[in-house]
C-alpha cells in the first residue's frame, strides 16, 4: 500500500470543476455535483478527520434522478442545491422542484424540501441512498478506495435511525443518520412516501453524526436547531467584522480580496483544546489539515488582515516541535512539522501522528516570528515563543546542515518520506537545466534565503534585549550565509541563481521561480537583482499571468505539470513582493495585475496553481485538474499583493514605518481601513493627490519612501 508521507503522484480528478461543489468547515469537508448528489465509487463524500464518513449520497423522486438546475454556495460551510423531478409523461413541464439545504461541520445536516406548483396534489416517493465506507482521505485522494476497505463493515436499522460501523483492529468508525421523520428504511436506504398538496410543500431534515473510537461527535448543525445560531455561522460573522476593510475604484481588486477574506474564513482550523488558537488548513478538499510551510507562508501574507493566524500558527507549531529522532516520521530535536494527518493511518490529539520532513518550515518559523515583533504585535506570547525559535535554529545547524557547511540540505531518514522537502516537493520537482531530475541531498536556494531571514530576525531579537553577543552572533552568521551563497549558488554563464547544489556541491542550474524567494528575504547581491528579475520576467518565465515554476527553455518543461511549469499565485506573488523589494517597481505591479487578472477569469478566487500556458496563446487562465480550490496561501496571495503595492512595511521595535505606495494605472482609488499595528488599527488612504494614514500608535515615526532592500532600519 502507498504510504501517507511518500504518495508523490497525481490526487485523483474531481471531474469538471464547474460541476463540482465543495464545502469546507474546520476538519470537515464535503465534495458532491451540482445536483447535490454524492456518487457511489467516486472521490466524492463527506469528510471528517482524514475520513469519509459518507461515500454515497443519492436522492431519487418517484425513481429517477432529479434534474439539477442550480447549485448556490452562501459561505463556505453550506449550499442550496435546486432541481426538479422529471415531467410526467405528456407534460413538457415539470411541477415539483427540490430543494436540498445542506450544512456541514463535524457531520452534516441536510434538509429537503419538495415544492408542488401544479394545481392539484402530487404523489411523490422521496428514496434516499446511503452508503459510508470509512475510506482514509489518502486512500480517496490515491485512488485506491474503489473497493471495499479491509475490516469489518456493517449497516443496520438501530432505533429508526440507519447506523454504520466499521472495525479493523483498534480503529473504530461509525455513521448514524438520523431524520426528522420516520421513514420506511431498508438497510441503507430510506423512504417517504406523501402527497404534496397543490401550491404546497413538504420538508424532512436529515442528519449524519460521525463517531471516532466508539464515541459519537455531536455535529454542529443539527435537526431542529436553527441554523443562524450555529457555531460556524457565528465564527464566520466575527471573522467579517474584524478583518480589514478594502475600498477602491478597482471592481476586480475588490472582488479578489473579498473573496480571499472568505476563503481564508473556511480554512481557518480551531483546536478544542485551544480554542482561542487558530491555524488554517492548507487547501480543499485534499489538505484540510495543518501543514508547517503552508501555515507559515499563509499566516505571513495575512498579518494585514488578522495576526490571530500567525500567533495560532506558531503556538501550535510549537506544541508539536520535534522531540527526539525518529526515521518513520523524520522528526528530529527542534524540527518545525510537515504535516499532520487524522485518519486511521496516523494517531494522536490535535489531530494525529505529524510528519517533519520539511526543510523548510524551521527557518519560516523563526522569520515570522520575528514579523510579529516588526509588527509589534502580541509581544508577551511572542517573548514565549522565543525558545522554540533556538530550537528551530538549533535544528537548522546540527540536523539541517548535514556535513557542516553552512548550508540547509534535506534527505529523507527512510523510504517512507518526501524525496524533496522543499515547496516544490514532487517526485521531479527539482532539476537540472537538462532536465535530469537530482537526488537528495539537495540544499535550495529558498531554503537558504529563508535561514538567511531567521538569523537576521534573532539577531534583531537579541539586539532589541541588549544580547549583544547573540545578536553579533547571528548577524555574523547572516552575512556569511549571504557571501557564500551569492558565491555558490550564482550561475556565472547564465545570470541567474540554481535551484540548489546537489550531494557533489553542483549547481542545479535550472532556471525557475524560485530564486524570487530570494529576492524576498533580501540574500541577493544588489547588482545581481537586476538579471534576477530580468529573467523572472522574462518570456520563457511571466506567462502574462504569473511566473513558471519552471522555465520553458529548461529540459523537462510542462505548462500542465504540478511544479515543472505550472503557475502558482503564493510564488509569483511572493516575487512580486521580493521586485519591490530591491526596487523593480513596474515588473512588481505588472506581476501583481497578471494574478489579479488571473483571478477574474476564475471567478475571483485564485486557485492552488494553473497552468504555465502564455497568455498570448490562449485568452484565459487553463486550470490544473486536481487544483485545491480554496488553498490557503493562493487565498492569502491577494493580501500580500496589497501590501506589496502599498509598500507597507513596520518595524515597530525602531519606531518606523515605511509607507510609500505606489499603484498600478488600473487602480486609481485605495483605502485600506483597520490594518492591526502594535497594539493599535491603521487605515491607509491612496489617491492622486498623495498618502494619508491615520490612527499611527505614538511614537511610531512615518517614513514616506520605500525601504532600502538591503537594511533593516
Known amino acids: 500500500m502507498a504510504d501517507a508521507w511518500g504518495f508523490e503522484g497525481e490526487s485523483v480528478s474531481l471531474g469538471h470543476v464547474e460541476g463540482t461543489v465543495t464545502l469546507v468547515e474546520g476538519a470537515t469537508f464535503s465534495i458532491c455535483g451540482r445536483s447535490g448528489d454524492m456518487l457511489a465509487g467516486s472521490p466524492q463524500g463527506l469528510f471528517f478527520r482524514d475520513t469519509r464518513f459518507l461515500s454515497r449520497c443519492e436522492l431519487r423522486v418517484n425513481g429517477s434522478q432529479p434534474e439539477p438546475l442550480a447549485a448556490s454556495t452562501g459561505d463556505p460551510f453550506s449550499a442550496v442545491f435546486v432541481s426538479r423531478t422529471r415531467p410526467r409523461p405528456g407534460h413538457a413541464d415539470s411541477t415539483l422542484l427540490v430543494f436540498r439545504y445542506r450544512y456541514i461541520g463535524r457531520g452534516m445536516r441536510e434538509d429537503i424540501e419538495v415544492r408542488n406548483f401544479g ?100 455535529p454542529r448543525y443539527r435537526c431542529g436547531h436553527p441554523v443562524e445560531r450555529a457555531t460556524p455561522v457565528e465564527r464566520l460573522q466575527r471573522w467579517r467584522r474584524q478583518v480589514p476593510l478594502v475600498e477602491s475604484d478597482n471592481d476586480a481588486l475588490l472582488s479578489v480580496l473579498l473573496r480571499s477574506r472568505e476563503d481564508l474564513g473556511a480554512l481557518r482550523l480551531f483546536d478544542p483544546d485551544h480554542p482561542e488558537r487558530v491555524v488554517l488548513a492548507a487547501g480543499a478538499p485534499w489538505f484540510m489539515t495543518l501543514f508547517g510551510r503552508d501555515s507559515l507562508i499563509t499566516s505571513w501574507m495575512a498579518l494585514p488582515i488578522d495576526p490571530d493566524l500567525a500567533l495560532g500558527v506558531l503556538q501550535t507549531l510549537a506544541s508539536l516541535q ?82 557542516g557547511d553552512g548550508y540547509v540540505e534535506y534527505q529523507r531518514m527512510s523510504d517512507r518520506g518526501l524525496a524533496n522537502q522543499g515547496w516544490k516537493d514532487s517526485w521531479d520537482g527539482v532539476r537540472y537545466a537538462d532536465g535530469t531530475v537530482a537526488r537528495a541531498p539537495i ?84 547588482e545581481k537583482a537586476g538579471l534576477v ?34 503557475v502558482w499565485p503564493h510564488d509569483s506573488t511572493i516575487a512580486a513582493a521580493g521586485l519591490m523589494r ?23 478566487r485564485l486557485p492552488e496553481l494553473f497552468s504555465g500556458l ?48 505606489t499603484l498600478p494605472e488600473q487602480v486609481g482609488w485605495l483605502r485600506v481601513n483597520r490594518i492591526p499595528l502594535a ?34 532600519v
Open 119 to 218: 394545481d392539484e396534489p402530487a404523489y411523490c416517493s422521496v428514496e434516499l441512498r446511503l452508503a459510508a465506507d470509512f475510506a482514509d482521505l489518502f486512500e480517496v485522494k490515491e485512488g485506491r478506495a474503489g473497493g471495499p476497505k479491509e475490516g469489518d463493515h456493517s449497516v443496520g436499522v438501530v432505533s429508526g435511525d440507519i447506523v454504520f460501523r466499521f472495525r479493523r483492529g483498534a480503529t473504530r468508525r461509525g455513521a448514524r443518520v438520523t431524520f426528522s421523520q420516520t421513514p420506511q428504511l431498508m438497510d441503507d436506504t430510506a423512504t417517504f412516501e406523501l402527497i404534496v398538496p397543490a401550491k404546497g410543500s413538504w420538508t424532512v431534515c436529515f442528519q449524519v453524526t460521525p463517531a471516532i473510537d466508539e464515541e459519537e461527535i455531536e
Open 322 to 403: 520535534g522531540r527526539e529522532e525518529d526515521p518513520r516520521t523524520d522528526e528530529q530535536p527542534g524540527r518545525i512539522l510537515h504535516e499532520m494527518r487524522f485518519g486511521d493511518q496516523a494517531t494522536g490529539a490535535l489531530g494525529s501522528k505529524p510528519y517533519y520532513g520539511t526543510a523548510d518550515a524551521s527557518p519560516l518559523f523563526v522569520m515570522l516570528l520575528g514579523e510579529l515583533r516588526r509588527w509589534g504585535l502580541a509581544r508577551e506570547v511572542v517573548d514565549q515563543l522565543l525558545p522554540h525559535a533556538d530550537r528551530a535554529l538549533e535544528w537548522i545547524e546540527r540536523y539541517g546542515d548535514r556535513d
Open 443 to 526: 540544499a535550495l536556494c529558498e531554503v537558504q534565503a529563508y535561514v538567511y531571514g531567521a538569523y537576521l530576525a534573532r539577531h534583531h531579537f537579541a539586539h532589541e534585549a541588549g544580547d549583544e553577543e547573540t545578536s553579533r552572533h547571528y548577524a555574523e552568521k547572516a552575512a556569511d550565509l549571504k557571501a557564500a551563497f551569492n558565491r555558490d549558488f550564482w550561475v556565472e554563464d547564465k545570470g541567474w541563481i540554481a535551484i540548489g547544489l546537489d550531494s557533489d556541491k553542483r549547481q542545479i542550474d535550472s532556471l525557475t521561480s524560485n530564486m524570487g524567494h530570494c529576492l524576498w528575504t533580501g540574500i541577493v547581491d544588489e
Open 533 to 566: 528579475a530580468r529573467h523572472l520576467m522574462s518570456p520563457e518565465m511571466f506567462t502574462g499571468w504569473g511566473v513558471r515554476t519552471l522555465a520553458s527553455s529548461m529540459g523537462g518543461y510542462n505548462p500542465i505539470s504540478y511544479h515543472c511549469g505550472s
Open 582 to 604: 530591491y526596487g523593480f517597481v513596474e515588473e512588481a505591479k505588472k506581476l501583481v495585475m497578471g494574478l489579479l487578472d488571473a483571478a477574474a477569469t476564475q471567478g475571483g
Open 614 to 661: 502564455d497568455r498570448q496563446e490562449f485568452p484565459t487562465v487553463v486550470s490544473y485538474p486536481t487544483s485545491c480550490s480554496p488553498q490557503a496561501w493562493a487565498a492569502a496571495s491577494p493580501m500580500l499583493a496589497l501590501r506589496t503595492l502599498m509598500r507597507f512595511d513596520p518595524w515597530v521595535p525602531y519606531g518606523k514605518v515605511w509607507c510609500a505606495p
Open 679 to 712: 497594539g493599535g488599527r491603521v487605515s491607509v488612504e491612496v489617491a492622486e493627490g498623495g498618502v494619508k494614514v491615520e490612527g499611527l500608535p505614538p511614537g511610531l515615526e512615518l517614513v514616506g519612501e520605500a525601504r532600502h532592500p538591503l537594511t533593516s
